[in-house]
């Protein structure tokens, strides 16, 4: 299965953008990126997933280079609710199963 | 959207007896939903695929005669944790797919059950 890479950890100041990386770089071209976040002792919670293009919603916006090795999810305001574990995961194939990879965690400062 | 509930949110059993932790698409129905544990610290580790009316698929490693699982309807999944040990604490995610939904593959996930053995 393909893998993702992400930092550990970031920060951000409240009311600011936050810019989290993955780097997916043995992607195949069928798989789709999947950002999903995971409040602590909750279960994770759907933000947004992409192909090829760039896609905005009411909670992110996500980049995807254009030859698709690497991500950015884009907070675009961030408050203190947004502290939480993100995950860049990658559907393989037609199977639908999701790989956790190991995440980031987002600590929004006031 | 779409919601997942499971019960029990928290269990405590002693060692050698089974738990059964319940799943369940409260407004759509999902053929296919997924069953992770997640150790402290750690990120989400995919046990196994249910699929109603079938028997589940299991991922390397996992014992499928320790976690049995069955997905007898279109709106719920049972994991069941049989003989647990201490080193089965841990906590449960399931999620289920909305097949409904045209936008793709998005799973929705479950509160999670917190299962402690003692």
């Known amino acids: 299965d393909a893998k993702t890479t992400q930092p550990p950890s970031m920060d951000c100041a409240e009311g600011r953008a936050a810019n989290l990386p993955c780097n997916h770089s043995t992607i195949s071209g069928n798989e789709y990126v999947y950002w999903y976040r995971q409040i602590h002792s909750q279960g994770p919670q759907y933000i947004i997933h992409g192909l090829k293009n760039n896609e905005t919603n009411e909670m992110a916006s996500l980049i995807i280079t254009e030859d698709r090795k690497s991500s950015t999810l884009i907070l675009p305001h961030a408050t203190l609710r947004d502290t939480a574990v993100y995950y860049c995961?990658?559907?393989?194939?037609?199977?639908?199963?999701?790989?956790f990879g190991t995440g980031t965690l987002l600590a929004v400062q006031p | 959207g779409a919601v997942v509930s499971q019960h029990p949110s928290r269990v405590i059993c002693k060692s050698g007896t089974s738990v059964k932790i319940e799943c369940r698409s409260l407004d759509f129905q999902a053929t296919t939903m997924f069953w992770y544990r997640q150790f402290p610290k750690q990120s989400l580790m995919l046990m196994a695929t249910?699929?109603?009316?079938?028997?589940?698929?299991?991922e390397q490693g996992v014992e499928k005669d320790k976690f049995l699982i069955n997905h007898a309807s279109l709106t719920l999944s049972t994991l069941t944790v049989t003989s647990a040990h201490p080193e089965d604490s841990s906590f449960y995610i399931c999620?289920?797919?909305?097949?409904?939904?045209?936008?793709?593959?998005?799973?929705?996930f479950g509160p999670g059950t917190r299962l402690t053995v003692l």
């Open positions: 249910s699929n109603e009316g079938s028997k589940a698929t299991y």
């Open positions: 995961n990658l559907t393989p194939g037609a199977t639908n199963k999701l790989i």
């Open positions: 999620s289920a797919r909305d097949p409904g939904l045209a936008a793709g593959n998005e799973q929705f």
